[in-house]
């Protein structure tokens, strides 16, 4: 371990006082520690990307390294300082990163790699356990990035942002509200599913019943979305009798049973009108797995496209777009 800007005595104390190597015996592992290297990169550079695999986990030494949604700086999500450690997780799930992380000055960093870092823990279990607390604080993290998501909601909950018909959230919520959404999930490595959803043949509502009624059954199917959702769930007035549904954390086979749940709902609760008769309406929709990287425009295209073929399929029924269909509108 060499570097003109750290010197060799100074990297025991650093290491000693950082979460990973608290109370590890140095003298245990020198042989790991003398394969390692020191790194150094200049202010502004990438050290980790979502769209490489990491081998490595990086101890700063000096400097600053900033932990972030895209790799041009504005709002870093957190500040990684000297003792702390990146990388983690990545190389214990060999997943690609699910964030930048870039250099806020020039820093010097430890770099160990995945196989002198296995036999570190084998050789010192306090750094096992160390290991442990580290993740469990970036788990902890996550799941304050998600009780933020709740919170989101419930802010804008109180403007003046709700379809006044249906009781849901309108398109200016869900236009600003869904691409955060989806960068929380982005950050923490969520899952998350589209459900685009379509009263069928609501022409004919209005024709036979009367707008009155038409405006009835959307109020009601608004009533219904609301009652079924999760509270993460986040669901919008996509326009005319369209509703659209971000389902956070949840892969593509939980969203089907969740929009198949409220597609019977509906179907099994009628509009009971005011002269004394029921209305039994049904609906289509259209789903849609999302995945890093991809856009909200293309997510709603794959999803508005599954949603054309569960009308053309003869409705009452969810479509289920191929999860290439994200790529494929690109």
């Not at 570097?3 to 100074?10: E, I, K, T, W, Y």
């Not at 788990?139 to 403007?159: A, F, P």
């Not at 593509?252 to 009628?270: F, H, K, M, V, W």
């Amino acid at each position: 371990m060499k570097n003109a800007d750290v010197l060799p005595d100074q990297v025991p104390t650093i290491l000693l006082e950082s979460k990973l190597f608290h109370g590890v015996d140095l003298t245990a592992i020198e042989i790991e520690l003398r394969e390692s290297q020191i790194q150094s990169i200049e202010a502004g550079q990438v050290l980790l990307d979502p769209k490489h695999i990491n081998t490595h986990i990086y101890l700063v030494l000096k400097g600053e390294l900033m932990v972030c949604l895209e790799p041009r700086v504005v709002n870093p999500l957190v500040r990684l300082g000297v003792g702390d450690c990146v990388g983690e997780l990545s190389i214990i799930d060999a997943s690609p990163p699910s964030a930048y992380v870039v250099s806020a000055e020039q820093t010097h960093m430890l770099v160990i790699s995945k196989a002198v870092l296995w036999r570190m823990l084998a050789l010192q279990q306090v750094m096992a356990l160390n290991l442990l607390h580290v993740l469990t604080h970036r788990i902890r993290e996550n799941n304050v990035v998600l009780l933020g998501s709740l919170e989101l909601q419930r802010q804008y909950r109180n403007k003046a942002e709700t379809d006044t018909l249906t009781g849901l959230h309108n398109r200016a919520w869900f236009e600003e509200v869904f691409p955060k959404q989806l960068e929380l999930c982005e950050r923490t490595g969520q899952h998350a599913s589209l459900l685009m959803v379509d009263i069928d043949h609501f022409k004919k509502v209005n024709d036979q019943y009367g707008h009155p009624c038409g405006d009835e059954a959307l109020r009601h199917i608004g009533s219904l979305l609301r009652r079924n959702l999760r509270s993460t769930d986040l669901c919008a007035r996509y326009g005319g009798e369209e509703m659209i549904i971000l389902m956070p954390g949840t892969e593509i086979s939980q969203g089907q049973l969740t929009a198949d749940r409220l597609r019977e709902s509906i179907a099994n609760t009628p509009l009971h009108l005011q002269d004394g008769r029921q209305l039994v309406l049904q609906v289509s929709g259209g789903l849609a797995q999302w995945q890093a990287g991809t856009a909200l425009t293309d997510l709603i295209r794959a999803a508005d496209n599954a949603l054309y073929e569960a009308k053309e399929g003869g409705r009452n029924q969810i479509s289920v777009s191929p999860l290439q269909s994200t790529i494929e509108f690109n």
